[in-house]
């Protein structure tokens, strides 16, 4: 049974999903597969027509990542994994726009060419008038990931909850490639995640989801439909809370 059957509204009114960037690459290893990208966006789409306010933070591991940068600056490494997080930003939001979605996409590093600086209470407003909002350039500082970011914009945004798609279907006791008897847990608390080192979130992006009170559901996007079902509140992934 599809959203509309189970629940006509929406559990959520305003949500912040955050995209790893491998999630666009589809089947292979780096780059953008727009086709992936689609329909990854189609449910989102549906999410908005719900009424649905939604943030979206993606990554830019698919081009980029600074911490497996070898020998360079740490900050230099991190700079240009923001600006992977941009070229990820531009295109969800052609995917979004060719859907029919109202898109804006902020930057936390100032590309006025490219994108709107970020700036909170314009992205709120931006979410009032049901425009999707794609953050980019992660928090715009070195040292802290996109998971932060998804956190922190979480927070500023006056989000519900954070909704992680990301390449399992929840939360293991184990990694599950590694392990057939680690354990899917179908809800958990911060505490749980922080004192059983848990990968759900760095343990910054989980401290700050603690102290704001946001809770964050881990799902699978290789069913990009999981979105519409996380969305209605039916049981997927794992709630920490």
Avoid at 27 to 53: M, Q, S, Y
Wanted: negative net charge; glycine residues 10%; hydrophobic residues 40%.
């Amino acid at each position: 049974m599809g959203c509309y059957e189970l629940q006509p509204k929406p559990k959520y009114k305003r949500i912040l999903l955050k995209l790893s960037g491998e999630s666009l690459a589809g089947g292979n290893e780096h780059g953008i597969d727009f086709d992936t990208v689609l329909r990854i966006c189609a449910p989102i789409k549906e999410c908005a027509d719900l009424g649905v306010e939604i943030g979206i933070v993606v990554g830019g591991g698919n081009f980029w990542r600074g911490r497996s940068s070898g020998k360079m600056d740490r900050t230099r490494a991190d700079h240009m994994g923001m600006l992977a997080t941009v070229i990820n930003a531009l295109g969800v939001a052609d995917a979004l726009e060719q859907l029919g979605v109202p898109v804006r996409v902020q930057t936390a590093i100032t590309m006025q060419q490219v994108a709107e600086p970020y700036i909170r209470n314009r992205a709120v407003r931006h979410l009032e008038k049901g425009r999707v909002v794609v953050f980019g350039c992660g928090t715009g500082n070195p040292f802290f990931s996109t998971d932060t970011a998804a956190s922190l914009r979480a927070a500023e945004i006056d989000a519900d909850i954070i909704m992680k798609a990301t390449m399992v279907d929840g939360v293991y006791d184990s990694d599950p490639k590694l392990n057939d008897m680690a354990i899917k847990y179908d809800s958990l608390s911060f505490m749980d995640v922080l004192n059983q080192d848990l990968h759900v979130m760095d343990s910054t992006a989980a401290t700050l989801c603690k102290d704001n009170d946001i809770p964050i559901l881990v799902f699978s996007i290789a069913e990009p439909e999981n979105i519409l079902k996380a969305v209605c509140g039916e049981p997927i992934g794992t709630l920490v809370k």
